[in-house]
C-alpha cells in the first residue's frame, strides 16, 4: 500500500542520530542510545516514543540469515499479468502472498506488474515453486527469473 506524505515528520539531527543508530541495532536500549549521543535514558525514551507513535519508526523486524534455515536460493521475479481484466491486482496480491516461499509483493510500474522476492532450497525448489505455484496463479503471463548472487545491506536509509 502506498503511504501518504502528507503528514511528514520533522526530524532533528538528535532524531537522525537515533534512527541511524537504530537501524544498525534495534535491540539497543534507551539508556545506550542515550550515552551515545548525550542524552540521558529518558530523554531517548521519549524521543524513540515520538518516533514510533509518529509512525516514522514502522516496526523492528528479524534479519535472518535464510541460508542458514535450509534458503540457498534467493531469485527476483518480474511477473507480467496477462489478462488484467479478468483478474483483480487484489486477488493476484492475496493469491501470491498465500506462497511461503514468496518474502515480497512489489506492484512495480514498468516492463512487468510485479516484483516478487522468492526463496527456495536450492534450484530445483525454485522450479517446483515456479511450475506448481506461481505459474498456476490466475492471470500470470509472463515471468522472468534473476537469481541473487550477493547482497550488500545497507543499514538504514538514513545518512
Not at 506524505?5 to 526530524?11: G, M, N, T, V, Y
Not at 542458514?68 to 493469491?95: I, P
Request: no cysteine.
Amino acid at each position: 500500500m502506498p503511504k501518504s506524505h502528507d503528514s511528514e515528520i520533522a526530524l532533528d539531527d538528535t532524531d537522525r542520530a537515533l534512527l541511524r543508530m537504530m537501524a544498525e541495532d534495534a535491540t539497543q536500549n534507551a539508556g545506550k542510545l542515550g550515552r551515545a549521543i548525550g542524552l540521558s535514558q529518558p530523554a531517548a525514551w521519549r524521543r524513540v516514543k515520538r518516533l514510533k507513535e509518529s509512525g516514522a519508526i514502522a516496526g523492528l523486524w528479524l534479519d535472518l540469515d535464510l541460508e542458514k534455515l535450509g534458503f540457498g536460493v534467493t531469485v527476483f521475479l518480474g511477473v507480467k499479468l496477462a489478462t488484467k481484466g479478468r483478474v483483480s491486482l487484489e486477488d493476484f496480491e492475496r493469491a501470491v502472498s498465500a506462497i511461503p516461499e514468496v518474502q515480497t509483493v512489489q506492484h512495480v510500474l514498468g516492463l512487468y506488474d510485479y516484483r516478487l522476492r522468492v526463496v527456495a532450497r536450492d534450484i530445483a525448489d525454485f522450479e517446483r515453486v515456479l511450475r506448481r505455484r506461481i505459474m498456476t496463479l490466475p492471470g500470470v503471463g509472463e515471468v522472468e527469473a534473476n537469481v541473487l548472487l550477493s547482497e550488500e545491506r545497507l543499514t538504514g536509509l538514513l545518512r
